[in-house]
């Protein structure tokens, strides 16, 4: 009774899909769909009632290229609609400027100055689409803009293009929508060969070259960091250390690999623990969105267990934050081995002190112990 209670989604616990997540057919590079779409509007309804806190959508999800201004209008409306009646928020729009052939070989990167246009376009239109909704986030994922073929482009021009496109997009939302954000969600590679700005790390280099960096943060996603082979909870921690995490996109993943998007912690659960750890124990009020797939081998209904599971993997490994806060021999290890949180003294006092080496490995650093206690914290026997 209790534990059912603990894996039932509140809207406060602000979970979130995108809505391309659940409208994700089966589709891979060697198959056909496996199973048919489901309309947006079904989706919004969808999460809603399985007390999803929000969604987030590239715009093109909800109104497809080449919808006349009727039908989008009509589709807001119809959207909205579903936002009220069913109590779910929109915190994401961003834009799809990777599936259609014009972009492939980049959108803010193209070689062709109208196509960079063109995908400007696109967010703008996205950013417009998303205030009507009440987001106030314009997360961006530029698939395409990378390259196979290292003479194709000069990374340094591609640079200075990304950063224009960016800048552009900065002063429209200044000018239009002062309370909007910005942000930057990085991958290493796939679709592209390469990606530029392949990890948070290299964002957060580059929107502090931007006109107005403080618009702009970023959505670190831990499939995207494990296909890059890092650590996922160091790229989180790092955004967080930096006042920069805008919101984060929640999956899982064999490190080194295609881009797997697998369940919430069907893949590395200690890591994804320490994940909900940072999220839940630091300042970060954002959403807890997942951007994963369901198995293709699933129909309509392993649709809606997908998006379940992932709540329910999040709110167990919560659970177990108090936990690992109030195991005791797990704590006297962690106290042991910090040691004093003090400031280094000063660089003269530094100098003139003397450090010996053999005391101080004498330190014992009891980490198997302190791995196996977590482990069996997670398997549930502590
Ligand atoms: C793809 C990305 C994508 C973005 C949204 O790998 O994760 O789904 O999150 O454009
Ligand atoms: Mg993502």
């Known amino acids: 009774m209790a534990k059912t209670r603990l894996l039932k989604p509140k809207k406060s616990d602000r979970f979130s899909f995108g809505l391309w997540t659940i409208m994700n057919t089966g589709r891979d590079p ?18 809603a009632k399985r007390n999803v806190y929000s969604f987030e959508l590239h715009a093109e999800d909800l109104v497809p290229l ?55 376009q696109r967010y703008l239109h996205a950013i417009d689409l998303g205030y009507e909704l009440g987001c106030r986030l314009c997360n961006l994922w ?16 591609a640079l ?4 224009e496109c960016c800048n552009l997009l900065t002063e429209y939302v200044l000018k239009n929508y002062p309370d909007y954000e910005l942000s930057i969600e990085a991958k290493p590679n796939e679709p592209r060969g390469d990606i530029f700005l392949p990890t948070i790390g290299h964002a957060l280099g580059f929107i502090a070259t ?19 082979g890092l650590n996922s909870v160091h790229e989180v921690a790092q955004a967080l250390d930096a006042g920069k995490l805008r919101s984060i996109h929640l999956n899982s ?19 994804s623990f320490f ?6 124990t630091s300042e970060y009020e954002g959403t807890k969105s997942f951007d994963c797939h369901p198995y293709r081998t699933e129909d309509r209904q392993g649709v809606w267990d997908f998006v379940e599971g992932n709540m329910r993997t999040y709110l167990l490994l919560r659970e177990k934050i108090k936990s690992y806060q109030e195991d005791t021999q797990i704590q006297r290890i962690m106290t042991k081995v910090c040691g004093s949180q003090r400031p280094l003294p000063s660089p003269e006092e530094i100098a003139a002190t003397t450090y010996d080496p053999e005391k101080l490995l004498a330190n014992r650093l009891p980490y198997e112990k302190l791995d196996q206690m977590i482990v069996e914290l997670l398997l549930g026997v502590r």
């Open 253 to 271: 993943q064999k490190p080194l690999r295609y881009d797997q998007d697998i369940r919430f912690g069907a893949e590395d659960l200690k890591e």
């Open 30 to 47: 060697f198959g056909e769909p496996t199973r048919p779409p489901i309309d947006p509007l079904e989706v919004i309804v969808g999460l």
């Open 66 to 120: 080449g919808t006349n201004a009727r039908q989008r209008d009509r589709l807001v409306r119809e959207a909205k609609k579903r936002m009220q009646d069913y109590d779910i928020q929109c915190t994401n729009c961003g834009s799809n400027c990777f599936s259609h052939p014009v972009f492939k070989d980049g959108a803010f990167t193209s070689n062709d100055r109208n196509v960079r246009a063109f995908a400007v």
């Open 210 to 228: 931007l006109d107005h960096p403080e618009k702009w943060g970023v959505v670190p996603e831990l499939a995207h960091v494990r296909m890059a």
């Open 142 to 157: 530029w698939g395409r803009d990378g390259l196979e073929v290292e003479g194709s482009k000069d990374t340094r021009d």
């Open 275 to 280: 994940v909900v750890y940072l999220l839940e």
């Open 160 to 163: 200075k293009r990304l950063r």
